[in-house]
């Protein structure tokens, strides 16, 4: 056995070669996991998110992603008239897997919605004002369906 740059083992007598780091093992999404993706398309009715690390494994090559949706009634407890009222593209979102089939996330609870967000004006990231969000350059003011986490 030989060790290359990036770990991969050189097993010399079979002459095969694998990938030995951990962060490279290959990670199956399961219902519950929580995941960190970013706003890719915001209709009325769902958002689709390109899914980019779970929590538990965040360098991990995700096996199974695919198009992820937050459907309208998995944005947060209560009514949401439109999702684009909540979320915007580019946004990143933490998120919680539903359905690992179908890939469907949710954002119901505190400590699940959009953690990272740009001014929607110049693409500058926001910063969390009270229950808003405001550009410190062009000072808009922004809503969101926010994470606690956001800005961590
Ligand atoms: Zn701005």
Do not use: H, W
């Not at 090559?61 to 949706?69: H, S, T």
């Not at 937050?70 to 008239?81: E, L």
């Amino acid at each position: 056995m030989s060790l290359l740059p990036g770990n991969v083992a050189v097993n010399e007598e079979s002459r095969s070669v694998s990938v030995i780091s951990a962060a490279r093992v290959p990670n199956m999404l399961n219902n519950g996991d929580v995941v960190f993706g970013r706003i890719t398309t915001v209709r009325d009715n769902s958002a689709y998110v390109d899914i980019a690390a779970t929590e538990k494994m965040p360098d991990a090559e995700i096996v199974n992603n695919g198009n992820a949706e937050i459907y309208v009634s998995n944005v947060q407890n209560g009514f949401t008239k439109s999702v684009t009222d909540e979320f915007k593209t580019l946004d990143i979102v933490r998120a919680r897997v539903i359905d690992n089939k179908k890939i469907d996330l949710s954002t119901v609870g505190d400590e699940f919605g959009v953690v990272k967000a740009f001014c929607t004006k110049c693409k500058n990231g926001l910063e969390k004002n009270g229950n808003y969000l405001e550009c410190p350059l062009c000072k808009t003011r922004e809503y969101r369906k926010l994470s606690n986490k956001y800005g961590q």
